[in-house]
């Protein structure tokens, strides 16, 4: 296809065609092509004139937008002729100004370099990152760390407590699902993985005395409304704090138009984008009116931030004090909510009327859609990819572990039309800053970071991130020898050093439930799986499940362990279901309500834990294996 929508589509990033994983091509056709522009906001039918513009521009850029530059080394610019003169603004906000190639010495961080109007943004990050000791931990669901006698949700100080118990227990850190900011005005929006804002964190889980009763399940059409209320109690008995008006100030104007959004949702409902068309843009006049005549209620969501981060301090401080090498593992989700806080607060840096999505594969023959909006690659680049950067100094401030889900996206990301008729198609990412970053943030935290890359992996994309120190996952019952026929899985020796190594994760069965198979008995109770397809999924697990015992030698949780512990990979992470036997998965991907996806309670108390024998038993094989 040689169109200038064609044309002015690779030029803006998208590819023009990508191997699926049946190593089969498929092409981009123009009405992805066209699709995919409009939501990057260039209009297919002005291709040529667009082109024509692009290419003006590039042509009167003397430098590039953007450069990654090897931190604390001398630098020399090319673009730079000797004479011109340039300025450095730098994160901190210092100043530096010369002449010339010659730059000098870049300290860590994200700078503006200016050559008359025109600027480049430097990355200046280590080279790679340093790589952690052999370790393990346990993941967690932090949403079900309240039993069914406790009732109400898992709260930031129920965490502090499971945390403590288990570094006493021998873990080196313990890991929860995402901790975003969701929507306090919507019970039904309880998913982690469709954040409101992935810059703030989430008031469901403030310890604040909710008092709600209990059983197996949560039930968060109850939970949320007492937990609102529980935290309206609390900022009526508040008294003029000034630590927390100096934390107000410091956090600035990312923090008050986060407020703003959410004070405005009390007003006209969690979504943003059914809102009356004055209020979808934060700077209209009437909203500005608004945050006039509401100043209390967005003080009142700052605090609620403010609370938040102070119980995650709480957490930090339980996981050093109970010796755990690197305390707690969040994790980062891959997008955000179209109708969301982070969305309204930045409009020009998500794409519209797509989503981030996966291709057709054997697991899900028309695609995956997420509903989930995607950053367009060209304006994170205009704003020097902070947006991206602040995220994760957020959870870098309390967590040293940080996930990365579907790092995949810093390569490409798969964007589908939300008409439902046009096939999707992939955007290529600007992957080398976007690495940059992550290295600016973890080395600035002396933290870990792990990459989901599972999937289809575009080639190259594994030895970028074990080049950055960026650790992959590799999930056990995916981790065969797929040329050896059915059930062949690899032995532990065969496994990545670098890597954190799971059994599964919370998208998939625990260890028995994958042995009862009942994750293909969910599939067919809700009809996303025929009889005769169940039976031979059923089939082909009970072969997987005889190789993968004799492979560890036995049917048990503790043989399982001790094979995890027994692999090359620096982290291994066992799931804390497995350690308790249960039998049920957290989430069941492609379900939303007619599965219980993230409701799930644990059945002992959160400062019980460390001292369950099947957390003995796995510290017992991890220090076999010298972790």
């Known amino acids: 296809m040689t169109t200038a929508i064609a044309t002015l589509g690779q030029k803006l990033g998208i590819l023009p065609d990508y191997l699926d994983q049946a190593q089969e091509t498929r092409e981009t056709s123009e009405q992805t092509y066209a699709a995919l522009l409009r939501a990057m906001g260039t209009d297919p039918d002005a291709a040529e004139s667009a082109l024509d513009a692009l290419q003006?521009?590039?042509?009167?850029?003397?430098?590039?937008?953007?450069?990654?530059?090897?931190?604390?080394?001398?630098?020399?610019?090319?673009?730079?002729?000797?004479?011109?003169?340039?300025?450095?603004?730098?994160?901190?906000?210092?100043?530096?100004?010369?002449?010339?190639?010659?730059?000098?010495?870049?300290?860590?961080?994200?700078?503006?370099?200016?050559?008359?109007?025109?600027?480049?943004?430097?990355?200046?990050?280590?080279?790679?990152?340093?790589?952690?000791?052999?370790?393990?931990?346990?993941?967690?669901?932090?949403?079900?760390?309240?039993?069914?006698?406790?009732?109400?949700?898992?709260?930031?100080?129920?965490?502090?407590?499971?945390?403590?118990?288990?570094?006493?227990?021998?873990?080196?850190?313990?890991?929860?699902?995402?901790?975003?900011?969701?929507?306090?005005?919507?019970?039904?929006?309880?998913?982690?993985?469709?954040?409101?804002?992935?810059?703030?964190?989430?008031?469901?889980?403030?310890?604040?005395?909710?008092?709600?009763?209990?059983?197996?399940l949560i039930d968060y059409d109850t939970v949320v409304p007492a937990q609102n209320a529980a935290l309206e109690r609390l900022w009526s008995d508040m008294a003029p704090d000034p630590d927390f008006e100096a934390w107000r100030e410091a956090e600035?104007?990312?923090?008050?138009?986060?407020?703003?959004?959410?004070?405005?949702?009390?007003?006209?409902?969690?979504?943003?984008?059914?809102?009356?068309?004055?209020?979808?843009?934060?700077?209209?006049?009437?909203?500005?009116?608004?945050?006039?005549?509401?100043?209390?209620r967005i003080a009142y969501h700052s605090w609620l931030q403010w609370l938040a981060e102070g119980q995650l301090a709480d957490v930090r401080r339980a996981a050093a004090e109970a010796g755990m090498s690197l305390g707690l593992y969040l994790d980062l989700a891959v997008g955000t909510h179209p109708g969301g806080a982070e969305t309204w607060a930045n409009p020009e840096l998500f794409a519209r009327g797509v989503s981030l999505g996966s291709p057709p594969d054997g697991f899900s023959p028309d695609g995956q859609t997420w509903a989930l909006a995607p950053m367009q690659p060209a304006t994170l680049a205009q704003q020097g990819f902070r947006p991206l950067a602040a995220i994760l100094r957020a959870g870098l401030r309390y967590a040293n572990v940080l996930r990365i889900d579907h790092i995949l996206g810093f390569e490409r990301a798969y964007?589908?039309?939300?008409?439902?008729?046009?096939?999707?198609?992939?955007?290529?990412?600007?992957?080398?800053?976007l690495l940059a970053v992550a290295r600016i943030e973890a080395a600035r935290a002396g933290a870990v970071v792990i990459g989901e890359d599972l999937g289809n992996i575009p080639e190259g994309l594994r030895a970028d991130l074990d080049a950055s120190g960026v650790l992959g996952c590799?999930?056990?019952?995916?981790?065969?020898?797929?040329?050896?026929?059915?059930?062949?899985?690899?032995?532990?020796?065969?496994?990545d050093t670098g890597a954190l190594t799971s059994f599964s994760t919370h998208d998939l069965p625990t260890w028995e439930g994958w042995r009862a198979g009942r994750d293909i008995d969910w599939r067919e109770k809700l009809g996303s799986h025929g009889p005769e397809a169940a039976d031979e999924q059923r089939r082909l697990r009970e072969v997987e499940r005889a190789s993968l015992e004799r492979l560890i030698g036995g049917t048990s949780a503790r043989d399982l362990h001790a094979f995890l512990a027994a692999t090359p990979s620096r982290l291994v992470a066992v799931q804390i279901e497995d350690i308790l036997g249960l039998e049920e998965q957290a989430n069941l991907p492609g379900t939303v309500y007619?599965?219980?996806?993230?409701?799930?309670?644990?059945?002992?108390?959160?400062?019980?834990?460390?001292?369950?024998?099947?957390?003995?038993?796995?510290?017992?094989?991890?220090?076999?294996?010298?972790r």
């Not at 138009?257 to 209209?284: C, I, K, M, N």
């Not at 964007?415 to 800053?433: F, H, L, N, Q, R």
């Not at 590799?474 to 496994?495: I, K, N, S, T």
């Open 56 to 216: 003006a521009e590039e042509t009167a850029r003397p430098l590039p937008l953007w450069q990654v530059i090897a931190c604390d080394s001398e630098v020399t610019l090319d673009g730079i002729a000797e004479g011109v003169e340039w300025h450095l603004d730098f994160e901190d906000g210092a100043k530096r100004r010369g002449q010339g190639p010659q730059l000098g010495r870049l300290p860590l961080g994200i700078h503006r370099l200016w050559v008359e109007d025109v600027f480049c943004w430097l990355l200046t990050a280590p080279e790679t990152l340093p790589q952690p000791a052999r370790g393990w931990g346990v993941t967690l669901p932090l949403y079900g760390l309240r039993t069914a006698a406790q009732g109400g949700v898992g709260t930031y100080h129920d965490l502090a407590a499971a945390v403590g118990s288990l570094g006493a227990g021998g873990a080196d850190f313990a890991g929860v699902n995402p901790i975003h900011a969701g929507f306090p005005q919507d019970p039904r929006a309880f998913s982690p993985y469709s954040p409101s804002s992935r810059r703030r964190f989430s008031t469901l889980h403030i310890a604040a005395g909710a008092e709600t009763t209990g059983d197996d």
């Open 252 to 296: 600035g104007a990312s923090l008050r138009r986060f407020a703003l959004h959410q004070a405005l949702s009390e007003e006209f409902g969690p979504v943003w984008t059914h809102w009356p068309a004055a209020y979808r843009d934060p700077t209209h006049p009437e909203v500005a009116s608004f945050a006039e005549r509401n100043g209390h």
């Open 415 to 433: 964007w589908v039309p939300e008409d439902g008729k046009t096939p999707g198609g992939y955007v290529s990412m600007p992957k080398a800053a």
């Open 474 to 495: 590799r999930v056990a019952m995916f981790e065969q020898d797929w040329d050896a026929g059915e059930g062949a899985f690899l032995p532990a020796r065969a496994y």
């Open 594 to 626: 007619d599965h219980p996806n993230w409701r799930r309670r644990l059945p002992v108390a959160a400062a019980d834990l460390g001292q369950v024998p099947g957390l003995k038993e796995t510290a017992e094989v991890m220090a076999a294996e010298e």
